[in-house]
């Protein structure tokens, strides 16, 4: 286990885990836990042989957004939640930018910044009983952490400015039908469904993983016909890999593959 501030780091099997670890506080991001998580993921992306990366949050919540005790606590002028924004927004970048999947577990309250986290994954499983609220506007705060990029983008402006104005509660069950999450299952579900969703992707190559990733990050800010390009150009590439031919094999004589250890950087 590596240890940051307000984080904590497993790593066993080609799966890192990401844990906010100040359950006291709901996990609230204050500065410390900001350059702790971005420390936290520079950390997991120089790991060897890592397959996927697991963010989740220790106790009963899952982020409750901004440390708004500490905010209030700040000295007026003293600009803290800029110091706070910056590195969060730089660990958010690079969970996008990790050569491998991120799976957000979920569950408890989600508020501000957390919804931030969740939108950063690439899949959300959600216990049932979660409950999304955006928050800013009701603590007199306008929105960070990517969520008025990201939520336009996934679920329409009219529907994102619902959200991020008013201030109301999402259940799970409306967090799936709009695509904040991918996923909700029953509370006592949650770690079986992230165990599963672990188990599919380790039956991909790696690189098939980071290429995948890569294209569908990519593409809303390209033309169609780029987008086409770099995908016949992907393809190309990948295709006569050991691991993909191992798959296609696989796939063919209904077994499960068995793979070498290429790495997912070079996808990078």
């Known amino acids: 286990m590596a240890g940051f501030a307000g984080i904590n780091v497993d790593h066993a099997d080609g799966i890192a885990h990401i844990v906010l670890s100040r359950p006291e ?21 120089e790991l060897p042989d890592l397959q996927a990366v697991v963010l989740r949050g220790e106790g009963k919540r899952f982020c409750v957004g901004g440390d708004l005790t500490g905010f209030k606590q700040a000295a007026p002028g003293a600009n803290l ?96 039908a709009l695509g904040i999450v991918s996923r909700v299952v029953a509370d006592d579900d949650l770690q079986a469904e992230v165990d599963m969703v672990i188990q599919a992707l380790r039956a991909v190559p790696r690189q098939t993983l980071a290429e995948t990733k890569r294209l569908a990050r990519s593409a809303q800010f390209r033309s169609r016909a780029e987008q086409l390009e770099d995908e016949a150009v992907t393809i190309g590439r990948i295709g006569d890999t050991a691991d993909t031919r191992e798959a296609i094999s696989a796939f063919l004589e209904k077994r499960p593959p068995v793979f070498g250890t290429a790495p997912a950087e070079a996808a990078r």
């Open 81 to 176: 939640c800029y110091d706070v924004a910056v590195p969060l927004h730089e660990a958010i970048l690079a969970l996008g930018e990790l050569p491998v999947p991120v799976i957000a577990r979920v569950h408890g309250a989600v508020g501000g910044g957390g919804v931030g986290l969740v939108l950063a994954a690439d899949i959300a499983v959600a216990a049932e009983s979660t409950v999304f609220r955006l928050g800013y506007t009701g603590s007199g705060l306008s929105p960070d952490c990517g969520v008025t990029w990201d939520l336009p983008h996934r679920i329409g402006m009219a529907k994102a400015m619902d959200l991020l104005l008013t201030n109301r509660r999402v259940s799970a069950a409306e967090a799936s």
């Open 25 to 45: 506080a709901g996990n609230a991001l204050d500065l410390a836990t900001s350059y702790g998580l971005r420390d936290a993921v520079a950390h997991v992306s």
